[in-house]
């Protein structure tokens, strides 16, 4: 069973990176598609929908979050708006930090991680409808133990989601007997520079920086935002992944002979 280790470290973790991350988990199957939305107080500060991309024409004032999540969901005919406080991802990751065990399970520490969102629904997270979340989450779920199976005991897995020209967020993840021992992002590597201008070429550079620093991946996976919450919220995921790698969506290097042979 995967664990996370006793000695889990958090190095150079981006904060902007890791919000992007966690904004994003919503986003899963719709035929109308979801409309996520940041807000702060009374103001909306940003709004993406899963099908039409930004739509910044929604930012400005609200009255309460709720409320304005039943009107948008009303008026955008959407399959489910998602509210988020700006500072909620911050306050999460803090939070699970902090109580979790050494010698939980890894599944067991995402269900820690659904009830701390849990808990701020009404507050500072609002879902319409609820049944939306709750079909979601066991999605997510039913994924990430599929893919947990399917890797190495020993892997260093890199995770990197491209906005045009910029890294949107990343995930650097080492494993070690089959439990997690050391988690970060690429600010770990520091700056690119000069500036990517083709995440499908420049990828490598990544790659490059991170055997400067002594450590080879044993998998990496690069790909764009949209591209990206698509196989998010997909519900047959690996097929979504092939048909992706074939257009050149997602570019998978370098990656392991076991898992090769699925994609």
């Known amino acids: 069973m995967r664990r996370i280790d006793g000695e889990l470290e958090f190095l150079d973790v981006d904060a902007t990176q890791w919000t992007n991350l966690l904004a994003i988990l919503p986003f899963?199957?719709?035929?109308?598609?979801?409309?996520?939305?940041?807000?702060?107080?009374?103001?909306?500060?940003?709004?993406?929908?899963?099908?039409?991309?930004?739509?910044?024409?929604?930012?400005?004032?609200?009255?309460?979050?709720?409320?304005?999540?039943?009107?948008?969901?009303?008026?955008?005919?959407?399959?489910?708006?998602?509210?988020?406080?700006?500072?909620?991802?911050?306050?999460?990751?803090?939070?699970?930090?902090?109580v979790f065990k050494p010698d939980t399970d890894i599944l067991a520490f995402v269900e820690r991680v659904r009830e701390a969102v849990e808990e701020e629904f009404g507050r500072r997270l609002h879902v319409l409808p609820r049944e939306f979340w709750t079909y979601n989450v066991l999605t997510l779920l039913h994924n990430l133990h599929r893919l947990l199976e399917e890797l190495p005991e020993d892997l260093l897995v890199l995770l990197v989601v491209f906005r045009e020209e910029e890294v949107w967020t990343s995930l650097i993840v080492q494993m070690t007997q089959g439990r997690i021992q050391r988690i970060t992002t690429t600010k770990a590597l520091g700056p690119l520079e000069p500036p990517i201008s083709d995440w499908r070429r420049d990828y490598t550079?990544?790659?490059?920086?991170?055997?400067r620093k002594g450590r080879q991946p044993a998998l990496g996976f690069f790909t764009d935002t949209e591209t990206f919450r698509f196989l998010l919220r997909s519900t047959t995921p690996l097929d979504f992944l092939r048909q992706a790698r074939r257009k050149g969506q997602v570019i998978l290097d370098p990656l392991p002979g076991r898992l090769g042979r699925h994609l």
């Open 28 to 98: 899963f199957e719709a035929n109308r598609g979801v409309l996520s939305l940041v807000y702060q107080g009374t103001e909306i500060l940003g709004a993406v929908h899963s099908l039409q991309g930004d739509r910044s024409d929604l930012k400005g004032p609200l009255t309460t979050p709720l409320a304005k999540a039943q009107q948008l969901r009303d008026r955008e005919e959407a399959d489910a708006v998602v509210m988020l406080e700006q500072t909620l991802p911050s306050y999460l990751l803090a939070k699970v930090q902090a």
């Open 205 to 211: 550079r990544i790659l490059e920086l991170m055997k």
